[in-house]
């Protein structure tokens, strides 16, 4: 167990461990057999439990094989900087049995997206994360770039997002990442993202998700705008036009789905009023890491059991049921077209 530790892949099942003086070993091709340090013998069913088992695909991104002077086998993570002789895929080892796994949440609030991800290669895989530079967004761009995805870092501050850049550089120098300038307040400056994107040719595998509604509150007169009725009104709509996204888009292989990072998430907010300040400065010690605030994001986004399914809103890593006025589809249906109708007027003045 102390290995296990060391290894940052504890397996808490007090069924799976072992007796004193034994230990779990794999072999070159996958197989786990047991060592009896007391009578020196070595076998493949499990001591306690009699079962038989293998470890579960490659080694997770970041980890090598080696064998050392004596011909032993040991393995080096290299993002974390440190060497184990225990085989990190024993936290993720298949049981040879026919009986139905116990399927529950195994994620929740509390959850790390670096945790979500352990053992996950996203080799292959292609990630834009917008406002990645900086708190849920860098710590998204990091998590999946650790883990072999491509990750373009998409920022309006192109300096900013260099940094972050290479700041994941840093912790991984074979990580793939790239930063890429987008203003998401700016048509124009969206539309040249787009195309450079475009002819980039890559394929994008992985997308940073991220009371009534009446669309004439939408831009309100000045004297009767409030920034936090503002804000609410505006995560109605992200909901409400992720479901449209899903409705429009899945028949051709695109989901879309919305999430909430977690209530009492410390961020940048408060910036605009000294009350806000204030009061995430008394909330603070009760909010999440941005480690946890991304984990939801990282779970929509790989999770193997939501592939091909959206249209869905979630918080803490499961899935909710939003408010009545966000599962309204009708509503939803409007919103996108008039997003539409004031995105056309906008590219019409600017062409005038």
Known sequence: ??????????????????????????????????????????????????????????????????????????????????????????????????????????????????????????????????????????????????????????????????????????????????????????????QQFAETYKARNLFTDIKDPSGKLDFSLLSPAKKDYWAMLAYNRSKLCNILFSKELNRRLSPHGVTSNALHPGNMMYSSLHRSWWLYTLLFALARPFTKSMQQGAATTIYCAIAAELEGLGGMYFNNCCRCLPSQEAQNEALASDLWELSERLILERIGSQSA
């Open 1 to 190: 167990m102390s290995a296990l530790r060391y290894a940052g892949l504890d397996d808490t099942d007090s069924e799976d461990e072992l007796p004193p003086g034994w230990e779990e070993r794999t072999t070159k091709d996958g197989w786990v057999y047991y060592a009896n340090h007391v009578e020196l013998k070595t076998q493949w069913d499990h001591p306690k439990t009699g079962k038989k088992k293998r470890v579960a695909g490659d080694l997770p991104y970041g980890w090598e094989q080696e064998t050392d002077e004596n011909g032993q086998m040991y393995f080096v993570d290299h993002i974390n900087k440190r060497t184990t002789y225990l085989d990190p895929r024993l936290a993720f080892t298949v049981e040879e049995t026919s009986e139905k796994p116990n399927i529950r949440q195994r994620y929740d609030g509390n959850s790390a997206a670096m945790e979500i991800l352990q053992g996950r290669d996203l080799s292959g895989k292609v990630a834009i994360v917008t406002g990645a530079n900086s708190g849920i967004g860098y710590e998204t761009a990091r998590s999946l770039a650790l883990h072999g995805a491509h990750v373009v870092l998409a920022c309006r501050n192109r300096t900013r997002a260099n940094d972050a850049t290479q700041k994941i550089l840093e912790e991984w120098h074979k990580a793939k990442v790239e930063a890429m300038t987008l203003d998401l307040s700016s048509l124009r400056s969206v």
